[in-house]
């Protein structure tokens, strides 16, 4: 079975310029997550998608961040325009279903670096 | 709001020696509870997981137990191996949705 695959593995862009990162989550998961991981510390949840709804979207910055999960599949996040606090690895996770108990399986991340 | 706490590290053991990686949480409704590892280079993998006061979770020689009294997690292994080497995160689902909120990961190196 395909675990999540995410691209790009890395991205560096210098600040003001806008970036995007794709996610494929496992085949037949219909819960997805992005996950903002700072160094040293544990990921947080940006937005969570229930099919293509997205249901929690709380803690995405809305003013440079925006997310869509068309067809309820696959997921882009982008940032526009990135600023050097945006460095980070962003996370994407998936489920079969959303629920406190259900184990998320998680992408390598996307390494990005603003200059 | 919900958190989890976890002992700093890095933490540094010789191949074979104990390993207790304490973890306490905070929340409001009874939360599942997890252990996710991650290996240089590599996602966030599930390791173990309670869902329910008094649960003992184990994989790999790894076990945590679910503490209500002391809101307690801590994982335990007996006798740590080279390969154990990598940052472990403790982590508490609040039921909204599944979103799990993390520690902010402790580092284990293990020395042969």
């Known amino acids: 079975e395909a675990g999540v695959v995410q691209s790009p593995r890395y991205k560096i862009i210098e600040k003001k310029q806008p970036v995007a990162f794709w996610c494929n989550p496992i085949?037949?998961?219909?819960?997805l997550y992005w996950y903002l991981q700072n160094l040293g510390q544990g990921p947080e949840l940006l937005i969570r998608y229930e099919n293509e709804e997205a249901v929690d979207d709380s803690q995405l910055p809305k003013d440079r961040f925006s997310a869509e999960r068309l067809k309820g599949v696959d997921s882009t996040l982008k940032i526009q325009p990135a600023e050097l606090g945006d460095s980070a690895v962003y996370l994407c996770?998936?489920?079969?279903?959303?629920?406190?108990?259900?184990?998320?399986?998680f992408g390598p991340g996307t390494r990005l670096t603003v200059l | 709001g919900d958190s989890v706490t976890q002992m700093e590290g890095p933490v540094t053991l010789s191949e074979e020696a104990f390993l207790t990686i304490n973890c306490t949480y905070t929340a409001t409704g009874y939360p599942s509870l997890f252990w996710y590892v991650q290996y240089p280079g590599e996602g966030l993998q599930l390791l173990l997981k309670a869902t329910k006061a008094d649960d003992k979770g184990s994989n790999k020689g790894f076990e945590a137990t679910y503490r209500k009294e002391t809101t307690s997690f801590h994982l335990e292994k007996g006798s740590v191996q080279v390969s154990d080497s990598a940052v472990y995160f403790c982590a508490l689902s609040d039921g909204q949705g599944g979103k799990l909120i993390f520690g902010q990961g402790t580092e284990l190196s293990v020395k042969p």
């Open positions: 996770a998936s489920s079969s279903h959303s629920g406190r108990q259900n184990e998320q399986f």
């Open positions: 085949s037949g998961h219909n819960t």
